[in-house]
């Protein structure tokens, strides 16, 4: 089969398109997929680079790092990546093989994969998690396997392509919200909201019945409106109180959905109301922040780190799609020749919404 194999951490040249890679064979609970579409996600370029590393300080840029020197920390779990290894999570395909204890019925469905790899006698625990595409092989390749478990069939009109952006961009969204509890007497403040976990929040917010304020550059405004929130705002307001007061009429919010963090972290934390929460699954413009912590206490704030989701939240996005309540974001496609193309696209950032590698 044709894949795109990670063979180190470092630059593109860590990457290697192989015309002949292995076809990989379905354990007795896996099912084999053929892959159809896998979606890019800032994991991807994260783990290639090793900026995961607590010796990384900087911005996620998908350059290799110097500061490496052989960290074992370099990976999301805080451990190391086996080499080499097929990335690629949002997985969209069709299931052509299932192992002897797998569902059989699933052969011939086209499927989307939950990226969240588990003990299935113990599918809460977070500390036997692992990610699809990070400790097993994932979908940047013409097949892949996974538990059967971690798929689920799905009916709907949307492209593969456009079933690709949505495992890991809602899921990661899905699992913010729920983590911050937010409901609709919310009102949530979304920033890199022209990115794909972005988008998700904004319109999983608004299914909640929240309002919603979404920072993003002036010139993807207009794509970020068919999310549909209640406000847009450039990305990093100067007064970030005034211009919501002039926005939606209250200089504060309940909720702070944040996948940015960097500079701007200290002026997200003073626009939460008493009593506010702030949830973050990224920190794309750099992991370290200053932070007042009489702030912190003084108004009662609450901060919540989201990464490992429960099974449900997966089951319930499939639902959510299949109903019609959230809609994909497909900025662009690359076939899988043109993989590090589409990846530098990604790490440039001039779209809005997800990238997709097509087969």
């Known amino acids: 089969m044709r894949a795109v194999v990670l063979k180190r951490h470092g630059g593109f040249d860590a990457l290697e398109y192989e015309p002949h890679w292995p ?13 159809r579409a896998t979606g890019m996600n800032n994991t991807d370029v994260n783990t290639r680079a090793g ?11 998908g350059s290799a790092y110097d500061t490496l020197d052989g960290a074992a920390d370099n990976t999301w779990g805080g ?12 997985v969209c395909g069709m299931v052509v093989g299932a192992g002897a204890r797998a569902d059989q019925s699933l052969i011939g469905k ?8 588990r003990d299935w006698d113990d599918p809460l625990n977070m500390h036997k998690t692992g990610y699809f595409g990070s400790e097993a092989d994932g979908g940047f390749a013409e097949y892949t396997v996974i538990d059967h478990r971690n ?21 990661t969204a899905e699992g913010m919200l729920d983590k911050a509890g937010v409901g609709a007497s919310d009102v949530v403040l979304v920033t890199g909201a022209s990115g794909g976990v972005g988008g998700a929040l904004i319109q999983l917010a608004k299914r909640r019945g929240a309002r919603v304020v979404a920072l993003a550059s002036p010139a993807k405004h207009a794509d970020v409106a068919k999310c549909g929130p209640d406000a847009i705002l450039p990305r990093a307001p100067d007064d970030l109180k005034a211009a919501l007061h002039k926005a939606i009429g209250r200089e504060s919010v309940t909720v702070v959905a944040d996948i940015v963090a960097g500079e701007y972290f200290a002026t997200l934390i003073d626009a939460l109301d008493r009593g506010g929460r702030y949830v973050t699954s990224g920190a ?13 206490y003084l108004m009662d704030l609450t901060f919540y780190g989201s990464t490992v989701n429960p099974p449900e939240t997966f089951r319930n996005l499939v639902r959510h799609i299949e109903a019609g309540e959230v809609k994909p974001m497909l900025a662009a496609t690359y076939a899988l020749e043109d993989f ?18 097509v087969m």
């Open 23 to 35: 076809v990989p064979t379905p354990g007795p609970e896996q099912v084999l997929i053929q892959v």
């Open 151 to 171: 798929v689920a069939a799905i009916d709907t009109p949307l492209s593969d392509a456009e079933l690709a952006t949505f495992s890991c961009s809602y899921a």
């Open 284 to 296: 794309i413009a750099g992991p370290i922040v200053s932070l007042d912590v009489r702030t912190l």
């Open 340 to 357: 590090k193309a589409g990846q530098q696209a990604f790490i440039d950032k001039v779209h809005t919404g997800n990238i997709v590698v």
């Open 110 to 117: 086209r499927v989307i994969a939950d990226n969240w790899l």
């Open 51 to 61: 900026w995961y590393s607590k010796s990384v300080t900087e911005a996620t840029t």
């Open 79 to 90: 451990a190391g990546i086996a080499f080499p290894r097929i990335q690629g999570a949002d």
